[in-house]
């Protein structure tokens, strides 16, 4: 892996928010207005709906964020393997500049989530 080729990966990524409406917890915990950090790479492609058909979601795990993306820089960015996919990479669920205990001010009274949490958000 050439570093420089990771460098220059990294800096045609943008890092996004969005915020989420509303979201509900396997807990049974519902919070509004959540914020999501992610990249997108590749172009989408819609269905006559609008909906896009060819979104591949990553998550980073349990370490890094929606920049973890870059370290799979030689296989999203090339067109024979996953280029001609939309790869939307999220900062998950209780991770720094995502919806987390920190930044959502709520601290230790942040609801406790499961893995299934981090998928739906």
């Known amino acids: 892996m050439n570093e420089k080729d990771i460098l220059e990966f990294e800096k045609s ?3 996004k928010k969005y915020t989420l409406k ?3 917890f396997a807990s049974g915990e519902n919070l509004k207005n959540l914020l999501v950090e992610y990249v997108t ?3 989408p492609i819609k269905n006559e709906n609008g909906g896009i058909i060819n979104a591949v979601a990553f998550f980073h795990g349990s370490g890094g964020n929606c920049m973890s993306i ?3 820089h030689k296989i999203v960015s090339d067109e024979k393997v996953l280029g001609k996919y939309f790869i939307i990479s999220i ?3 209780g991770s720094p ?3 987390c ?3 959502s001010g709520l601290g230790i009274k942040f609801p406790s989530y499961t893995i299934e949490d981090m998928v739906n958000f």
């Open 41 to 43: 790479i590749g172009k």
């Open 13 to 15: 990524l943008k890092v």
């Open 101 to 103: 205990p920190s930044n």
């Open 91 to 93: 900062t998950t669920l």
């Open 70 to 72: 870059k370290r799979f």
């Open 97 to 99: 500049n995502s919806f």
């Open 22 to 24: 509303e979201f509900n």
